[in-house]
Every structure is written in structure tokens, then in C-alpha cells.
């Protein structure tokens, strides 16, 4: 993993705020006792490598599923990061955060904190990437709208709560911000689509395991719904990454 610092537009590019900022934001903490650049990325990734684990534990205890199966996933995401697995890395961080974050705001009950949570999740989420905003967003959408339906209008002002957020962000950010984006429009990460076992796992449940499951939800009008619809829009935003074969953008497509 390596750290980008260049000029854009007269502005710093984000291609991936944690990265950036993150490690230069510690340098400048650690400054006291004369430390490295490098040393302040190294603490910056320990950081996100234990937050990260902290956060798979948050999304597994609020899921409603049993308890040895929490323990079981727990378990294997642990495993990932040992020595000769992926190590210390990121990728929970990453790839949880914007989830922790749909899950705190599924839990609240009135239009004015969920909104509140919302707002907060997608400045938030975009300051992680673009891709886990945009993510955000869609999840943070479709579950508002399943509330105005269930809880009146009301919830409206949760529909449009990430779209303002995500203006305001963009304000303050820049248009060198949207680089990264302009860069995936013109195929970056594009790859050939395989029947690997892996996709098709991901097609069954995608197509058919997780639909069947959220109806029930529906049906029975739970109050995990719109938990469970924001978790099952919010790796669409990934599909075509896992359709290309990148096994481990599909065990985290899986995971949400």
C-alpha cells in the first residue's frame, strides 16, 4: 500500500482520504518526538487495522442472526489478518465503515436522528472513498424510502438527507476529488467476467438467497428491514468488480 501526496487542480487529490490524510494528520501528531513520515504510516495503518476489527465486531452483534454464526464470521475475518493471510491491512476499515455506519443510523426510530446519522454517515463515507460513499448513498436511499412507506412522510427529508450531504462534501472537497472517479469511468479496474466458483456464489446469493430472505422480512414487516434492504443495496455498487473476478472484492460484496 503506498501513499499518494500530488497537487490537482490546485488542490490535493483525494484518491482515498484515509491514505492521504490520514498518515500526514498523525506525521503532524507525532511531530513532538521527531517522528518519520514513515512511522506515521505505519501507526496510521495499525490504527486502521485494529478500528477495522472493532467494527466487524459492531456489525456482528447488531445483525440478527445467531450467535455461533457471529462467532464463526468473527473468527474468519480475524484469520485474515494474520501473517501470511493479508496481514495488517486496511480493508476492514475500508469496507465496514460506511456499513457500521447504515446499521447505527437503521437503529433510530426518529426521522430527525436517522436523518442527523445519514447526513453524518455520507460526509463520512465519502471522506473513506468515493466508492463506499456512493455505496452509502444508494443503501442510505433505498432504506429511507422503505421508512416513508411504512412510517409516513415524515422520513422524507432521510431520502434526500445524503444527496445534500454529499453537495456539501463536494464543496469543500474540490473538484480534484472526483479524479479518482473520472479514472474508473474510463475502465480502471475493469476485468474479463469468468464463471469462477466464487462469482457464481455470489450470483445465488445476490439473484436468489438474499431477495427470498429480505421479502420474508418485508412480509413480516421486521424491524430489521430496512437494515436488511440497506445491506443488500449497498454491495450493488460493487458488482461489477466481483462479476471481473477480484475474489476478495467479492467475499466483502458477500460479507455485506
Not at 72 to 94: D, E, H, K, Q, S
Not at 230 to 247: D, E, I, K, Q, T
Amino acid at each position: 500500500m503506498s501513499v499518494t501526496v500530488e497537487s490537482y487542480t490546485g488542490r490535493l487529490s483525494f484518491h482515498m482520504a484515509h491514505h492521504l490524510l490520514g498518515p500526514v494528520v498523525v506525521h503532524r501528531l507525532l511531530s513532538p518526538w521527531d517522528a518519520s513520515l514513515e512511522t506515521a504510516y505505519w501507526v496510521t495503518l495499525v490504527g486502521e487495522h485494529m478500528i477495522g476489527l472493532l467494527l466487524v465486531a459492531y456489525v456482528l452483534n447488531r445483525l440478527p442472526i445467531l450467535r455461533r454464526w457471529k462467532i464463526v464470521f468473527f473468527l474468519v475475518c480475524a484469520l485474515n489478518t494474520i501473517p501470511f493471510t493479508y496481514g495488517l491491512n486496511y480493508t476492514f476499515f475500508r469496507a465496514l465503515g460506511a456499513v457500521a455506519l447504515l446499521v447505527a443510523a437503521s437503529r433510530m426510530r426518529a426521522p430527525g436522528w436517522a436523518f442527523g446519522w445519514l447526513f453524518a454517515g455520507q460526509v463520512i463515507s465519502l471522506g473513506i472513498s468515493p466508492e463506499m460513499g456512493f455505496r452509502f448513498a444508494a443503501a442510505g436511499i433505498a432504506s429511507a424510502v422503505y421508512m416513508v412507506f411504512i412510517a409516513g412522510r415524515a422520513w422524507l427529508a432521510c431520502v434526500v438527507s445524503p444527496l445534500v450531504a454529499a453537495v456539501v462534501f463536494f464543496m469543500m472537497a474540490g473538484p480534484g476529488y472526483l479524479r479518482m472517479l473520472k479514472m474508473f469511468a474510463h475502465g480502471i479496474y475493469n476485468f474479463v467476467v469468468e464463471p469462477l466458483p466464487h462469482v457464481l456464489l455470489f450470483l445465488l446469493a445476490f439473484v436468489w438467497l438474499v431477495p427470498l430472505a429480505l421479502a420474508r422480512s418485508m412480509l413480516d414487516a421486521d424491524t430489521n428491514t430496512p437494515l436488511l434492504m440497506a445491506l443488500y443495496v449497498f454491495p450493488l455498487r460493487s458488482y461489477p468488480s466481483p462479476s471481473g473476478g477480484r475474489m476478495l472484492d467479492t467475499f466483502f460484496s458477500m460479507g455485506s
